[in-house]
């Protein structure tokens, strides 16, 4: 377990100074910590070395900085190539704050690295870009040993709003790619939406206001939830087979328009699959059921 801090008790490491971990360097100093900063490109640090921060000749010098250690990286792999030479020695009860993105998989196996070597990883998932660092209204998802969390929360509330989701390192993890499934579908539902509008002449921002309601599921989603978790898939609202008509026609627009139709096409085979599988009288819901089993 971490022990005493290196530095005050206001002073953080930030390795990754890509847009989201340059932000995050920022908040810190804005709240007056002491910060430490590593990126493989050097220059990335310069605003903020004008700022106050310390830039570390090299990660094992950022990490051996300061206790608490937060990582912002392209993945996991990047976190085993920047922190992999690190003698041990210097991980050891160091807590490093792992904001990267990956699988909950490779969180699981991040964090026994890091027990390994005498660390303790909290997993981290960012809700916001960073132009939502710093601001309360933001949210991050946490997960790794409570008492570690809650040691350091006011620092990471600097950050955003945080929503602890358990000890197991891979929970935050799973959260955030939950959110992500959402997200990068509804977000290429709408670059769909502008290629197919564009094709007759059509401007984004004609689409915008109509767009805005569009993927408002809000009560949908509510309407939705409780019956899932219930098991109940009835047709009274909806029906399947009505939806993969839809959805066609939707294929059938684009198609005919001339622009790229992978998306319209694999909506419809997925709702095809789930009429094929017996579910064309049920609710569009059924195709959770569909989608727990992997495509033939």
Known sequence: MPGTTTGSTRSVTVIGLGPMGSAMAGAFLAQGYDVTLWNRTASRADALVRRGAVLAASPAEAVAANE??????????ALYAVLGGVDPAVLDGRVLVN???????RAQEAADWARERGAVQLT??????????????????????REVFEAHRPTLEVLTGTDYRGEDPGLAALFYQLNMVMFWTALSSYWQAIALADAHGIKAA???????????????????????????????VDRLAMGLASAEHVLHTVLDAGVDAALPAAVVDLFRRGVEAGHGGDSGSSLVEVLKRPAR
Do not use: M, N, Q
């Not at 981290?124 to 040993?145: K, M, N, Q, R, W």
């Open 68 to 77: 608490l250690v937060v990582l912002s990286l392209t993945d996991y792999e």
């Open 99 to 105: 904001l990267s993105s990956d699988t909950p998989r």
């Open 124 to 145: 981290g998932g960012v809700l916001v870009p960073p132009s939502g660092i710093g601001s309360p209204g933001s949210s991050t998802f946490y997960s790794g040993p």
């Open 206 to 236: 004609d689409l915008l206001p109509h767009a805005l309601g569009a993927l408002d599921l809000t009560r949908f989603l509510e309407f939705y939830a409780p019956r899932v978790d219930a098991g109940d898939h009835s047709g009274d």
